[in-house]
Nanobody, 127 residues
Framework: QAQLVESGGGLVQAGDSLRLVCAAS????????MAWFRQAPGQEREFVAA??????????AETLKGRFTISRDVIGDMVYLYLTMDDLKPEDTAVYYC??????????????????WGQGTQVTVSS
């Protein structure tokens, strides 16, 4: 069964860096558009970043450009999607979710089109 498992979240201080990892079981994920979303307390889930199936084209939420970097590794039957977050701010506090779209040909931000989701990992940034 295809699944996504996030890890790497935690409690950090403002200005710190953190790298989230999403482990995708199944080589089919290497042909999928993959993305990160986040949901802060009391707010709707929002787009963070997406990466094309080739791993070449990326898209970022405008407010996060320059601080967040999405990337991936394909190792055997596993795909590892990363989100490197630099200069973290208290407003980055949220549950971060990994998602995959098996039908998309290009990166996009439409949550409802992503057909596989992870369980999320909590990131808390203290001031």
């Amino acid at each position: 069964q295809a699944q996504l498992v996030e890890s790497g979240g935690g409690l950090v201080q403002a200005g710190d860096s953190l790298r989230l990892v999403c482990a995708a079981s199944g080589r089919a994920f290497s042909r999928n558009v993959m993305a990160w979303f986040r949901q802060a307390p009391g707010q709707e889930r929002e787009f963070v970043a997406a990466l094309s199936w080739s791993g070449i084209t990326s898209d970022y939420a405008e407010t996060l450009k320059g601080r967040f970097t999405i990337s991936r590794d394909v190792i055997g039957d596993m795909v590892y999607l990363y989100l490197t977050m630099d200069d973290l701010k208290p407003e980055d506090t949220a549950v971060y979710y990994c998602a995959s779209d098996s039908r998309a040909g290009a990166t996009h931000r439409v949550q409802t089109n992503y057909d596989t989701w992870g369980q999320g990992t909590q990131v808390t940034v203290s001031s």
